[in-house]
């Protein structure tokens, strides 16, 4: 693996699997033992040449992190311990109560905040929708559910939001048609006027509101909404202020975009993904909370066989179990806790920041082309463009065939109705080589269109 990372610019990005390592996983359930040396094999042969392509500085469609070799050491630790850090009283547990300090530390919370490591921002934006309504509504609403309450629940959030914030809707038995999307201005921010006027219109008509999310860092140009000013507004109408940091909440660990998020210190929760700007590997979501009591409230469970004790493996007042709905939980926190030991936060920070850098180049060159036009601002590491005189199959076409090719992975997305390239530079090791390389791929690419056109 580390000579695969090593040689990673001599691969392609990303190709299609084989036929034949497509019919190597149909075959039925092995009754007999293999050689491990033949399994490696197999691993070398079907699953590693046809991989995400993360790993790759041109890969650019999704903000997936790179991860790093200190990850990899982590893994392998942490799978020889095998442990549960769902409770019991043992040093994982320690390790991932030290991120929930160095988080409250980093975004501005006070002591007393909870933590918790999930699969990702999905989830963490989950639990945060399940806290907010048990806090709206009482404990009694984790026994009846909602047919006690008065008043339907409604929440808010961006036009521009994630679309997990809707499904977390829909797990909590809220449903989707009562999350309100906010309008944005041109830059994808949401309008502080409008979701005011949204929650005066909801409450003059009876409803609820407990809720509003705030994004820092939109998935489609990475817009961050004016977080200081929703939270005076869920301050005066008493609502639970949420981030969904997913994206950019990490960069508050950069002197250079720190201020950006100014207002995130006031929310009452923030969920964030180490796996992508903290290039952690897969999987290390995160949710803080800064009423751990209120968390707690949600989760624990009065079971006979989580019961604790003032000594032995039961100690403990509070567990993991009693903050989410994972009894089973691996051992997340060491590969988080690894990377930011070894690199320093404010080394993940500065990289963080040279991919905003790397983006506002690429924009740069795409401004100044000729046959491309900027179709966003770009807020932080996301690039989203359109092709002058190419309609929409012309940019999935681009896209697609840039991915096939194995030289580049874009994504498209679409904006005000109209596809783009989109363009999310997330990975430590992009360079403004390779941003530049990424260009010549451009021109490459449309010279050989024009070529087949006129012939």
Not at 347 to 355: L, P, V
Not at 410 to 425: H, K, M, Q, Y
Request: glycine share 10%.
């Amino acid at each position: 693996m580390i000579t695969h990372i090593e040689t990673i610019r001599q691969r392609p990005v990303w190709q299609e699997p084989a036929r034949e390592t497509r019919e190597r996983f149909t075959r039925p359930l092995p009754n007999e033992p293999r050689d491990l040396g033949d399994v490696l094999d197999d691993v070398r042969r079907h699953i590693m040449p046809f991989a995400t392509g993360n790993l790759h500085p041109l890969f650019m469609g999704w903000v997936h992190g790179a991860g790093t070799p200190i990850g990899m050491v982590a893994e392998i630790v942490a799978g020889g311990l095998n442990m549960n850090c769902g409770g019991r009283d043992h040093a994982g547990l320690a390790v991932e109560q030290q991120i929930v300090r160095w988080m409250s530390e980093a975004l501005g919370y006070p002591d007393g905040a909870s933590g918790l490591f999930l699969t990702g921002s999905s989830m963490a934006n989950f639990v945060a929708v399940t806290i907010a309504k048990t806090e709206a509504l009482g404990q009694s609403v984790r026994e009846t559910g909602l047919r006690n309450s008065d008043r339907e629940l409604v929440a808010y959030t961006s036009a521009e939001a994630h679309s997990c914030i809707a499904q977390a809707m829909q797990l909590s038995g809220i449903g989707s048609a009562n999350l309100r999307t906010v309008a944005v201005d041109a830059a994808g921010r949401m309008l502080p006027d409008a979701l005011s006027a949204s929650i005066a219109e909801d409450r003059a008509k009876g409803f609820l509101p407990f809720l509003v999310v705030g994004t820092a860092g939109t998935v489609n140009t990475g817009a961050i909404d004016p977080l200081a000013e929703i939270a005076e507004i869920a301050s005066r109408e008493k609502l639970w202020f949420h981030v969904d940091g997913a994206i950019g909440a990490l960069a508050v660990l950069s002197s250079s975009l720190r201020d950006l998020f100014k207002g995130m210190e006031k929310s009452a929760s923030v969920a964030l993904d180490f796996h992508k700007w903290g290039q952690v590997p897969y999987d290390a979501g995160f949710l803080l909370v800064r009423d751990g009591g209120a968390q707690k409230r949600t989760f624990a469970q009065p079971a006979a066989y989580l019961q604790r004790a003032d000594r032995g493996l039961a100690a403990g007042e509070t567990w993991p179990c009693d903050l989410g709905p994972d009894l089973s939980r691996g051992f997340r926190a060491l590969k988080t806790w690894m990377t930011i030991e070894t690199l320093g936060a404010d080394n993940i920070g500065k990289s963080i920041a040279h991919t905003c850098m790397l983006a506002r180049h690429l924009a740069d060159r795409l401004s100044r082309h000729p046959a491309f036009v900027l179709k966003a601002p770009v807020a932080l590491n996301i690039v989203c463009f359109g092709i002058r005189r190419g309609d929409a199959g012309f940019v999935r076409n681009l896209v697609s065939d840039l991915q096939v090719s194995g030289l580049a992975a874009p994504s498209w997305t679409t904006l005000d109705g109209e596809p783009v390239v989109r363009c999310a530079i997330v990975n430590h090791r992009t360079t403004t080589a390779d941003i530049d390389g990424f260009m010549d791929i451009l021109d490459t690419y449309l010279a050989e269109r024009r070529e087949k056109l006129q012939n």
